[in-house]
C-alpha cells in the first residue's frame, strides 16, 4: 500500500471523521437546545394523550423498534419493508463491529463464525434494506421529485461500504483480528499504530475509508436523524390532562376502526 | 368575484388565497405591531424565517432531520387530492430549506444539485400560495417516524408572512374582527343575546325545559363556544344550555368574548396569544372558576395548549364541555336516552385538531355511545382521520375549488361505511360541510347530513319528572 494512502486513511481520516462527527453533533445539540420555543404553545406532542414521560418513553420505544407509524401507508409497503431491514441489519453489523476493539469471552474460532454468520447475514438483510430503499427512491415518481443529491448521497455511500464489507466479510475473509483491530484500537486509545494495517488490501481500504467519511458527514446531513428526534418536542415534550374525571373504560367504544375505503 | 381557477392534477399554483389590502393590514397593526421593513420583501421573509427557525425547536428540528422518505405523502390530504409536490408537507419544507441553503457555502457550491434556490420575491409569492394551501392538519406528523410536525413549520412561515403584509384576506378579515368584536362573525351583544333567548324558547318548546342561564354576569362557569354556534349551529348551542342546565351547573356567556375560535393560531402566535389574552381577561372580569369550550377543534387546540395553563396561574382552571358531560354521565346526574337519536347510522369523524392536538379521542366516543344506538368510526379515524378541508383558513370562499378537493377523502370514508350522518364536533368542519355536502350528495345522490356531537347529546338529554337538585359537576 502506498505510505500516503496508509497515511490519510488510517492516520489522518479517523482523527478529521471523528473531530467532523463530535463537532457536528455538538453543533447540532447547540443549536437545538438553544431553540427554546415551540411556537407559542404549552405541547406540541404528535400523539393524543401522551401524559408523561412514560408514554412518551413507549411511543419512542415503539418508533425505533417497530417503525410503527409507517404501518399507516397505505399504498406503498416498500418504505417500511425497506427501513425495517435495513435499520435491524445495520444496527446488528455496527454491534458486531464492536467485537473489533471490545475483548469478548469467546474462542477466536467461534468470533470467526459469529463474524462470518451472524454478521454477514445481518450484513445482507441491511444490502436488501437499502436496496430496496435506493430503488424506490427512483421508481417512484414522486420519490423521485423529491429527491435531490443530498437524498441520494448516503444511501449510496451506504450502499458502498455494505457492499465492500460484505465482500470482505464473505468473500475475502482477511484475518481482521489481527490487521484491523489493533490498528482500531489503537486509533480509539489516541496512539495510533499503522504497522498492523501495513498489508490490508483495497476492499479493507475502501471500506475504511468510506464508512470514515460517512462518519464524518453524519451530523451534517439527513443523517443526522437518529439523533434529531430524540430532542423533537412533537414526541418528547408530554401532553398534560385537562378535565377531572378521565375517560371510563367502555368495551366496544368504537365498534368500528382500521377499515379502508374501496 | 372572479371564478375561482380549475385545479389541474399535479399543479396548484393556481389556488391562492386573496390576500390582505393595507387596510386591513393597518387595522391589524393596531392589535399586533408588524416589525419595521427594508423595502425588499425576500430579504425580510428570509431574515423572519431564519429568526423563526432558530427559536422554535420543533420548527428547527421538522427542517433539519428530514430525511425525505416521503411518508408524509402518503399520508397529507393536499398532495394526495392536488398531486403537488409542492402541496405536500415535504414539498413545502423544502421551499424554505432551499432557500435557507442557498445562503450556505455548499448551496452556492452546490445550487440545484442540493436544492439550493435563493429567495425572490416570486418566490416569497410561491411560499405564501403553498402555505397557505396547508391544512395544518398535523396528518404528517402522525406518520412520520420522527414526528416531524410540517403543520407548526406552517405556522411559522405564516407568521413571517404576515409581519411582511402576506396574510390572506379571509384569515386577516376573521383575525381582525374578533380582536375589534370579540367573536369572528362581529355579532353584537344584542345579536348574541337575542340568539340565546331564541334557543332558550326552543328548549322550552321541544324539550319542556325551562333553562336557566347568565349573560356577562359572574358565575362558577364561563362557557366559551365558537360563534358559529350562535348563527350556524344552534342546535349544538341548545345541546350547551340543555346540559348545563340539567347538570345543575352555575354558568354563564360572555358577550365580551362569544369565541372559542382564534384564527390568531393559524398564522403563529402573536395574534392567537393576543386573542387567547383577551379571553383571560373576560374570564378573570367575570370572577369565574372554569372556563368551558363548545365544539371547535382549532380553539380547543389554542385555548389548551395556550390559555388554559395561564387561566390556571390565574386559580382558574378549564375543559372542553366533553369533560362536563363525560362527569354528567358516570355521576349519573344527567338521562339521556340513545333511542330518541333514532337508528340512523351515525359514522364520528374526529377533527385533526381533537385527536392530533388536543387529546379529546375517547371523550367524543365515550359520548356517542351514550347518546346514539348506532355509530361507527370513520375507516380513519382518530389520530389518522382527515382534515375536512377548511382548516387553517381554508374556508375562503375563493379556495372552493381545492376545500372540495380536499373534502372528497371524508365524504368517501364516510360512504365506505354506510354513514347516514357524519358527527364532527368542530366549528370549522361543521362550516366546511355546510357548503360542501351539499354538493357531494347531489354529485353522488346521497343524502348524508352533519352535526355536531352536543346536537345529538340535546335529542337524547331527557328532562327528569321532578326538578333535580342542582348536582356538583365539574366543581
Known sequence: ?262 | MTEPAKLVFGNSSSAAPYWSKPELLAKLDKAVPRPPASGDLATDVLRGIREEVSANRNVKIALDVCVHCGACLDACPTYLTTGDIHNSPVGRADLVRSALRAQTLLGKWLGSWVRAKPLDEAGVRQLATYYYQCLECRRCGEICPFGLDQADVTRSVRSVLCDHGLISKYVGTVIETSERTGNNLGLPPAALRSTIEFCRDEIQEEKRIDVRFKIDEPAHAMLVPPSADFFLNLETLKGYMAFFHLAGLDYTFTTEHAELGNFGLFIGEKHMKHIGDHLIDVARKLDVRLVVAGECGHGWRALKQYVIPRLRENGIDSVHIFHLVIDAITKRSIQLDPALNGTTRYVYQDPCNYARAGDLVDEPRFILRHVTKNYIDSPHSRERTWCCGGGAGMLADELMPLRLAYAGLWFEDARAVGGEHIIRPCAICKAQLNATLPRFNKAAGTQLVYSGLMDLVYKALVAPSSPAPPSPVGQ
Open chain 1, 1 to 262: 500500500m502506498d505510505a500516503l494512502v496508509q497515511v490519510a486513511v488510517f492516520l489522518v481520516l479517523p482523527y478529521v471523521a471523528l473531530a467532523a462527527f463530535v463537532g457536528g453533533c455538538i453543533y447540532r445539540l447547540v443549536s437545538w437546545l438553544s431553540a427554546r420555543r415551540v411556537t407559542g404553545l404549552r405541547s406540541v406532542a404528535i400523539v393524543p394523550n401522551t401524559f408523561g414521560y412514560g408514554r412518551v418513553l413507549w411511543d419512542l420505544v415503539k418508533r425505533v423498534f417497530a417503525f410503527y407509524t409507517l404501518r399507516n401507508m397505505e399504498g406503498d409497503r416498500t418504505l417500511v419493508v425497506g427501513s425495517v431491514l435495513f435499520h435491524y441489519g445495520i444496527s446488528i453489523v455496527l454491534l458486531a463491529h464492536l467485537g473489533l476493539v471490545v475483548p469478548l469471552p469467546i474462542s477466536p474460532g467461534l468470533h470467526d463464525w459469529l463474524g462470518l454468520y451472524v454478521g454477514g447475514a445481518a450484513g445482507l438483510v441491511a444490502l436488501a434494506g437499502i436496496l430496496i430503499l435506493i430503488v424506490r427512491r427512483i421508481r417512484l415518481p414522486r420519490m423521485r421529485e423529491l429527491s435531490t443529491l443530498g437524498e441520494y448521497f448516503a444511501p449510496g455511500l451506504l450502499l458502498a461500504i455494505i457492499t465492500f464489507g460484505l465482500v470482505q466479510t464473505l468473500v475475502v475473509r482477511p484475518d481482521y483480528m489481527d490487521t484491523v483491530a489493533p490498528w482500531l484500537t489503537s486509533v480509539l486509545e489516541f496512539s495510533p499504530n499503522l504497522a498492523p494495517i501495513a498489508g490490508v488490501g483495497f476492499f479493507t481500504i475502501a471500506h475504511v475509508a468510506l464508512a470514515l467519511v460517512f462518519i464524518a458527514y453524519v451530523p451534517y446531513g439527513q443523517m443526522v436523524h437518529w439523533l434529531g428526534y430524540l430532542f423533537n418536542p412533537t414526541l418528547t415534550g408530554p401532553s398534560f390532562r385537562v378535565g377531572t374525571t378521565p375517560v371510563p373504560a367502555f368495551p366496544g367504544v368504537g365498534s368500528h376502526s382500521g377499515r379502508r375505503p374501496t
